[in-house]
């Protein structure tokens, strides 16, 4: 029987969160297809990560370990999964819509014969086959795709699946795809770890975001507050990265992050269509505008039409009471 693989992401031998969802899911829709789990692992602790990732559900995980392995190029670590992919005979492959998972679905579907579903958010099986959902127009509809062909590459969105459960240990085996040394065209020189150890936007469950009715850089300590009483990391709009207020490792939208966090709250941030692109698939939206005709009040959950300086330190002041600390 055909199977499932997913491509485990890892850092420093721990799995990346939206790798656990790809598990999840994986596991899910192997059961609704009858299907066999298995999953596969590459790179500078690879085998710690499959002892963790193995306990979530796949029969089986390969480890792929070894220099031409040791850094992430999407060519090689491409070959990697559909090597994988072939050994385990699995026709639909799963992955994290990370940073990475959206290099390497391409790549490793491009090497069995395919294109890439990317950044789905649901996934379904009607008559044997996958139905995936994904948002398409910066997310003004939801397009059904299914694959028409033998093997799927997909890949999913943080946030919008649910990790599995931790169960029985599945085995864990060394892996050869044969990527050969000679052929790389990127080597990987160095990699730089960012000056600040922070959550990721794309698997935060809780963010905060402020745009350009914020004033000025010196007045996001009002957001920094508040997603430090919510226990969330802080977003921005373009407007304030091209302003130079925050790094665009903070944005949001169709240029910068697409993100589906628990709870997302924008302050002073109009909802321009570019930023609704990166997080409409928020679970729960709150916005703080002072123009109840902003276009951010369409898609909020709950809306206060309010000066951002007024509302906020009130809201900060009643999230720290509710918790007991103010
Ligand atoms: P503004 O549009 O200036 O809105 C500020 C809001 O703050 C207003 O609604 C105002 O009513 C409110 N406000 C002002 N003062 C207060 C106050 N005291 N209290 C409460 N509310 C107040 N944008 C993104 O965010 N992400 C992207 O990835 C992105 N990509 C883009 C790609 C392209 C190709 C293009 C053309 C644009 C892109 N944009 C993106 C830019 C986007 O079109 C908007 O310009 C931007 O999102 C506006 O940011 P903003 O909401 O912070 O600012």
């Known amino acids: 029987m055909a199977g499932i693989l997913v491509y485990v992401e890892q850092k420093d031998g721990a799995p990346k969160k939206s790798s656990l969802e790809a598990l999840g899911e994986g596991a899910r829709l192997a059961k609704a297809l009858g ?17 963790v990732a193995a306990r979530r559900g796949p029969a089986k995980v390969l480890v792929v370990e070894g220099p031409a392995a040791a850094a992430f190029r ?14 385990l005979d699995a026709t639909v492959v799963l992955m994290g819509a990370s940073a990475q998972g959206r290099d390497l679905a391409p790549a490793a579907a491009a ?26 127009y910066a997310g003004k509809a939801l397009a059904r795709v299914v694959n028409g062909g033998p093997v799927t590459v997909a890949s999913l969105r943080p946030n919008a699946f649910e990790p599995g459960p931790e169960g029985t240990a599945g085995a864990v085996e060394a892996f050869d795809p044969g ?3 000679g052929d790389l065209l990127v080597v990987v020189k160095e990699v730089m770890a960012a000056a600040a150890k922070r959550v990721d ?10 745009g350009r009715g914020l004033k ?14 919510l226990g969330g990391v802080v977003g921005a709009s373009r407007a304030v990265v091209d302003a130079g207020w925050r790094p665009h490792a903070e944005q949001v939208g169709q240029t910068g992050k697409t993100v589906s966090p628990k709870l997302y709250v924008a302050l002073g941030i ?15 939206i709150v916005a703080v505008n002072k123009d109840a005709d902003a276009p951010i009040f369409k898609v909020a959950d709950y809306g206060i039409v309010g000066d951002v300086f007024e509302v906020v330190p009130a809201l900060t002041k009643a999230v720290l009471a509710a918790k007991g600390g103010g």
């Open 179 to 181: 990527i050969p040394e």
């Open 74 to 87: 999407p060519a090689s670590y491409g070959r990697a999964v559909a090597a994988a992919a072939r050994a």
């Open 270 to 284: 109009s909802g321009a269509i570019q930023h609704l692109a990166g997080m409409t698939s928020s679970r729960c």
């Open 111 to 136: 090497r069995l014969g395919t294109s890439p579903v990317s950044d789905c958010t649901g996934a379904s099986v009607e008559g044997g086959k996958v139905a995936w959902t994904r948002p398409v």
């Open 35 to 51: 299907a066999p789990l298995g999953a596969v692992v590459i790179g500078p602790g690879a085998a710690a990560a499959a002892a």
């Open 216 to 229: 000025g850089p010196e007045h996001f300590g009002l957001v920094e507050g508040l997603a430090a009483a």
């Open 201 to 210: 936007l794309t698997e935060a469950d809780i963010i905060v975001s402020g």
